[in-house]
Structures are given as C-alpha cells and as structure tokens.
C-alpha cells in the first residue's frame, strides 16, 4: 500500500547501526517503555546519512512530512548496485500480524538521482508483503507492508533493496510498527457435494482468529457449527 502523510510526533529509538557486527539492540515502544523486541542487522547497509549539509533526507524544516525532520533527515543509505540490506526484528508475538509504515528519503544533489533512488521493501516472516518508494527529495509519500506475520520463532526480517541494478541507491529514513489482531478466517464445507433442487445438505462454517461470528441464514453466534440449508 502508498500513501501520503502529515507528521506523527511520539518516542522514536533513533540508531545508526548498518552493520552485522554491531550488537542489538532493545525496542522501546511509544509508551517509553522496553519491548521484547530486538532489532538487528543482518545483511550490511553500506552507508548512513549523518544528517550534514550534503548527507541527510529532504526535510519540511517545520515538521508536517511523514515523520520529524530529525528523523528523515538521518537514515541508512545503500550504494552496491542491486543489493539488498535487511535487519531483523525478534521478539515478537506470533499470535499477531504486523504494518510497517516505511519512509525513505534523500536531498539529492540534481535531478539525475530522480530515476536511481527507488527503493524496495519487503517484510517477511510467516507472511510476506512489500512495495517500492521513491526518496528523491520525499518528505511525505510512505509505503505500508501490511498483516505481516512472524514466523513461529517470532521473527521478521525486514530487506530494503535496489531497484535500479545500475548505480542505484536504497534509502531507508525511518519506520514504525503497529503490532494487531490478525483479520478472522472462515471456513465453509458442505456436506454433500452435489445436490438435486429441493434436497437439503449441512452447512458446515470454522472461523479463526475470533470467538464469535454471525449470519442472516442462522441464529448462531458460535464460531464454528452446523446449520441445514
């Protein structure tokens, strides 16, 4: 999913590790209080914008792009034509799904950099999703890689890659993640599979993911049952 957005304030963990030597590190989430989630590099990002003059992300310089300026202004920058970086996230609950709200962004020196700053990105866990970005001077376009599980271990791994192979660039300023109740799943069988007009049968229904379902056709609230049809 794309969209565009005005800035989110709140507690953000701010780091610079690119590389699959430096340690992990603990997640605090909004309320400033320590995770079980862990985040760690596993495949190395190649540079980082230190937030100078001529190395940081396109700014607003009043705070209404996708996130703070100080954060997108500072951010992980690839420089290996077509490669990929990718951290991990662990620790996390496996009877939930996660969105990731992913922000890239770079100044860029001419119009040159338009076309070689796009990006990919891609959550995979038990689920996988993923979408392209382009940071050319972004302040406020964002992609969404939403209902993400993890595997049963509880990890995700997050890559950021390259879309142009040729002198390319992948950026990756900021995210966030919301941690939810995964969508219900139901299911339906019949008893018999063929039928001739006015025989009857069993509907059969299972739904996962919640206690309770509804219907027109029967007076069940169960989330699984039987109803003759």
């Not at 709200?101 to 993923?130: C, E, I, P, W």
């Not at 969404?144 to 890559?159: F, N, Q, R, S």
């Amino acid at each position: 999913a794309n969209g565009t957005s005005s800035s989110i304030g709140g507690l953000w963990n701010k780091h610079s590790k690119i590389s699959t030597v430096d340690a992990a590190i603990t997640l605090v989430d909004t309320t400033s209080t320590s995770s079980s989630i862990t985040w760690k590099v596993q495949s190395n990002f190649n540079s980082k914008f230190d937030g100078s003059t001529n190395s940081k992300g396109s700014i607003t310089n009043n705070n209404t792009g996708v996130y703070p300026d100080t954060y997108i202004k500072q951010g992980v920058l690839l420089t290996t034509n077509g490669g990929t970086g990718t951290f991990r996230l662990s620790g996390l609950n496996t009877a939930k799904v996660y969105n990731f709200k992913m922000m890239g962004s770079t100044l860029g020196r001419d119009d040159r950099y338009d076309s070689k700053t796009k990006a990919t990105y891609q959550a995979v866990g038990l689920t996988t999703d993923s979408a392209t970005l382009q940071a050319f001077q972004n302040t406020h376009d964002f992609v969404v890689l939403e209902d993400v599980a993890p595997t049963a271990g509880g990890l995700i791994d997050i890559h950021v890659t390259q879309f142009d192979t040729a002198d390319g660039k992948a950026i990756l300023s900021a995210f966030s993640m919301t941690e939810i109740d995964p969508a219900p799943v139901i299911t339906f069988t019949a008893d018999d599979s063929t039928l001739i007009e006015g025989e009857s049968t069993n509907l059969n229904w299972s739904a996962t993911n919640t206690t309770t379902c509804s219907a027109n056709w029967t007076v069940s609230t169960s989330s699984s049952g039987v109803q003759s049809i």
